[in-house]
């Protein structure tokens, strides 16, 4: 199973990382940056109207490579001119093509809020995230005991960066709001098996409280579902290959903006 493989090769990086890359140099790096204002900035703006997380993703296991061309600063760039609330930077290198790097890049250039996406199983992680620009950080309640994610959420807020928690089905969000978390994205990718069914995060939608944020995921590919999914009390959504494969990336941001804020 891909998810399986994919945390499987996190694990060979961590160790290799462990074996390689003493912790506590990273730990002063991540420490040394300003605290994160980027997680508190995306929720106000969520306070505010309908969040949109754009992605850069240059490949994926489902899709295979996506754009053959990745010009990050540029990608970037259009997001942030179509009125983005936030990106979304890939960082798992093997199924992604992304990296550490593609975050820094971005957050050199950026003070959008940015999220670290990837299989994150380990504190080191998360310092990796804080130390390359990341405010916002991924946690996929399918990949972690209770224990762990805990461990690791926790660990995040004392880092100033505001986890999404990943959740799939009834059981992944039951879990998730046991953390009392302030942000919950809901995927309607199944990421055991690709399959999409976009009314995923409606359903969930209806089992967590209202003053709990939720950002639908994945499978997003016409302007009008951002308002299914506001009239379906959602608060934002996350959008990769839709963007990541528009000739015009600016101008499809812009629309996808305007739908999510016309009249529903
Ligand atoms: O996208 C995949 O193929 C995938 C496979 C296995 C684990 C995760 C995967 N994707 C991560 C994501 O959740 C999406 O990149 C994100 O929600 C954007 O989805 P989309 O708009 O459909 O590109």
């Known amino acids: 199973m891909i998810l399986d493989d994919l945390v499987a090769a996190t694990r060979t990086r961590l160790a290799r990382a462990e074996a390689t890359k003493p912790l506590a140099p990273l730990r002063e790096a991540a420490l040394a940056t300003p605290v994160p204002t980027g997680g508190p900035r995306f929720l106000e703006a969520l306070d505010a109207h309908f969040g949109l997380i754009a992605e850069l993703k240059q490949a994926s296991p489902s899709k295979g490579v996506i754009a053959t061309a990745f010009p990050v600063a540029q990608i970037a760039a259009d997001y942030e001119a179509g009125g983005v609330d936030a990106m979304s930077v890939l960082t798992e290198p093997t199924y992604f093509h992304g990296s550490l790097a593609t975050l820094r890049e971005v957050a050199g250039q950026t003070q959008v809020p940015l999220l670290r996406k990837d299989f994150i199983l380990d504190d080191r992680m998360l310092l990796e995230a ?135």
């Open 130 to 264: 804080r130390a390359a620009g990341a405010s916002l950080v991924l946690l996929i309640v399918g990949i972690l005991a209770d224990g762990q994610l805990r461990e690791l959420y926790t660990t995040a807020l004392k880092l100033g960066l505001v986890p999404l928690v990943e959740c799939h089905n009834e059981d992944e969000i039951r879990r998730a709001l046991v953390l009392q978390p302030q942000l919950i994205g809901v995927n309607n990718r199944d990421l055991r098996d690709f399959s999409v069914d976009f009314e995923n995060s409606i359903r969930l939608r209806a089992m967590v409280p209202p003053t709990i944020k939720v950002i639908a995921e994945s499978g997003i590919t016409e302007p009008g579902q951002l308002t299914v999914l506001r009239r379906g009390g959602l608060d934002g959504a996350l959008i990769g290959e839709t963007f990541m494969r528009a000739t015009d990336r600016r101008a499809t941001v812009q629309r996808y903006r305007a739908a999510s804020e016309a009249a529903v």
